[in-house]
């Protein structure tokens, strides 16, 4: 059974910084690209973040490009995003999610999400 829990949500003050952490069991970890998505209220969720295996090639979208940064530890079968310089638009759910497919620029999810972890920014 797959799984994806992620964790370090909360409340933040504008301008403040967050580290997520999404751990993944019943998959080969090591061979998926992993992204990260965000539902803000109201609203669809978006694309984020997203790292390639073996390579851990990065791609952002516009908006948190130079703020957040994704990463990984294969050992520890977890991918994280670091978010810092946050303002209220970064509010929302964050989920992790297991790449169907990752190339330049582009990331299609595939079928497994965790259940989201809440990150709310105050002004």
């Known amino acids: 059974q797959v799984q994806l829990v992620e964790s370090g949500g909360g409340l933040v003050q504008a301008g403040g910084s967050l580290r997520l952490s999404c751990v993944v069991s019943g998959l080969a970890f090591s061979t998926y690209a992993m992204g990260w998505f965000r539902q803000p209220p109201g609203k669809e969720r978006e694309f984020v973040a997203a790292?390639?295996?073996?390579?851990?090639?990065?791609y952002y979208a516009d908006s948190v490009k130079g703020r957040f940064a994704i990463s990984r530890d294969d050992a520890k079968s977890t991918v994280y995003l670091e978010m810092s310089s946050l303002n209220f638009e970064d509010t929302a759910v964050y989920y992790c999610n297991t790449a169907a497919q990752f190339g330049t620029n582009y990331y299609t999810p595939g079928n497994y999400w965790g259940q989201g972890t809440q990150v709310t920014v105050s002004s």
């Open positions: 790292i390639a295996w073996f390579t851990n090639i990065t």
